[in-house]
């Protein structure tokens, strides 16, 4: 289920998470060729990418039970 970026915040092993709409999260890492993400790198990468719809896994977990 798609659900909006609501914020940011560092985890505890400075990968940055997404805050999303539904009160999850996603994390949203720079690890090139797997996962290429290069706004995350910078406040204003960042700040452009609120409201963009992400994937919630959580939600989708949901939605199967």
């Known amino acids: 289920m798609q659900q909006a970026i ?3 915040y560092l985890d505890v092993e400075d990968h940055w998470v997404a805050d999303l709409a539904s009160g999850h999260t996603q994390h949203v890492r720079h690890t090139p ?3 290429n993400r290069p706004w995350v790198m910078t406040e204003e ?3 452009e990418k609120i409201g963009m719809m992400l994937e919630c896994k ?3 977990q949901i939605n199967k039970n």
């Open 6 to 8: 609501v914020g940011f």
């Open 33 to 35: 060729p797997w996962q």
């Open 45 to 47: 990468g960042r700040k």
């Open 58 to 60: 959580e939600c989708d």
